[in-house]
């Protein structure tokens, strides 16, 4: 009996990131699925069940990520876990509310290893 693949779904306007994430988690026997335009984000989490959300928490085109309610909500009905990344410092208050929504976070410039020990934290197999 094989065990389920993973479903990694990454959102950022910065095709390094993008790709930088999909090729580390890729190598990890996960599913993933990156979007650079809110709206594709959206349409992915419509159309799949994800184990894993990844977001910037500003998208192209106004749109973005930023309330953290809303990330909250995602978490509770589209997916098990999300990590929010930001370029900017995160305020106590904004980490608080993170926290209080169950929302894993991390600063730009990310380090990879950090997004793999959240994986590892939240049961994504995570090969080194």
């Known amino acids: ?14 095709e390094s990131i ?17 979007c650079s335009e809110f709206e594709q984000a959206v349409d992915a989490l419509m159309a799949t ?3 894993l959300l990844i977001a910037d928490i500003a998208m192209p085109g106004g749109r973005v990520f ?5 990330l ?20 106590e208050g904004e980490a608080e509310m993170c926290r209080l929504h169950g929302l894993n976070y991390l600063n730009k410039p990310l ?3 950090d997004v793999l020990t959240i994986c590892e934290r939240i ?4 090969n080194e």
């Open 66 to 70: 930023k309330s953290l309610e809303l």
């Open 49 to 51: 069940s994800y184990d």
């Open 18 to 34: 993008l790709a930088s994430l999909s090729y580390a988690l890729q190598k990890n026997e996960v599913e993933v699925t990156s």
């Open 123 to 126: 049961n994504i197999p995570i």
């Open 1 to 14: 009996m094989g065990h389920e693949i993973k479903k990694i779904l990454i959102t950022d306007n910065e």
């Open 111 to 113: 380090n990879i290893q």
């Open 72 to 91: 909250g909500f995602i978490k509770r009905h589209f997916c098990s876990e999300v990590i929010v990344m930001s370029k900017y410092n995160w305020r």
